[in-house]
């Protein structure tokens, strides 16, 4: 680019801003234009009252956001305390139901070997009163052949 080129673009650029500049005076005139005639100045002080009523509107509700959020905090503590306490709660209550447990199984094991044991002891008091019956019926079957022998 030669420097005749260059020199060509920068005046375009300052028309191109004092275009701009152009418009926006435009636009701005084009704003006000209603308003003229009434003074601006108050204009402005009735503005920025009705921006620091809103801006107090919203302070207030900020901080009523703020107190409601600490409340919710407060509240979730207690909850996530409540269900910590629940939990240790239940945790003793099924360690203690595991040790019930163990010891009615402990006590089922010892009834169910003594029952065993009772039963291997009446079968066994039941084969030897067998045994005595069939030793009572051999002996008095010898007693009764002997008798005949001597008889004889």
Known sequence: MDKQEETN???EESQQ?????????EFMNGVLSPLKGKDVNQM???FTAEM?????????DQEKLFQESERLSAQQTELEQRIID???DADVTMGEMKKEISALKARLDKAEKQSADKKDKKGVTAALRQATWLVG???LGWITVTLIH???
């Open 9 to 11: 673009l920068i005046p």
């Open 52 to 60: 620091t009523l809103v801006a107090e509107g919203m302070s207030e």
């Open 44 to 46: 402005v002080e009735d």
């Open 17 to 25: 801003n004092k275009g701009i500049v152009q418009s926006a005076k």
């Open 137 to 139: 019926i051999a002996v």
């Open 150 to 152: 001597l008889i004889k």
């Open 86 to 88: 629940g939990l240790h």
